[in-house]
């Protein structure tokens, strides 16, 4: 069985920084593409990064030059460091596993929820 857990997450003031970690219970970062999404209530899952095996990155519009996704194999964990965090990044983070270049991840983690307010 595939365990994602995520950490790291918490409450800040708009513009700090948070670095979210994603522990997989297996080699599975280095099989498949980790990323990460958020939901608001009431609204769709979005795609906030990913990696592939390769090391290849990708970002939503909204988070490019503030967020930065990597990875280390070697400790089977993806992480997201979130800088100049903004009132509107507040969401819970979904850490995901996925075949790269597909968008339909196979595996997820539980939640780890983020929180930007004054």
């Known amino acids: 069985q595939v365990q994602l857990v995520e950490s790291g997450g918490g409450l800040v003031q708009p513009g700090e920084s948070l670095r979210l970690s994603c522990v997989s219970s297996g080699s599975i970062f280095g099989i498949y593409a980790g990323g990460w999404y958020r939901q608001v209530p009431g609204k769709q899952r979005e795609l906030v990064a990913t990696i592939t095996v390769g090391g290849s990155t990708n970002y939503a519009d909204s988070v490019k030059g503030r967020f930065t996704i990597s990875g280390d194999n070697a400790k089977n964990t993806v992480y997201l460091q979130m800088n100049t965090l903004k009132p509107e990044d507040t969401a819970v983070y979904y850490c995901?596993?996925?075949?790269?270049?597909?968008?339909?991840?196979?595996?997820w983690g539980q939640g780890t929820q983020v929180t930007v307010s004054s």
């Open positions: 995901s596993a996925a075949w790269t270049g597909s968008s339909y991840p196979i595996y």
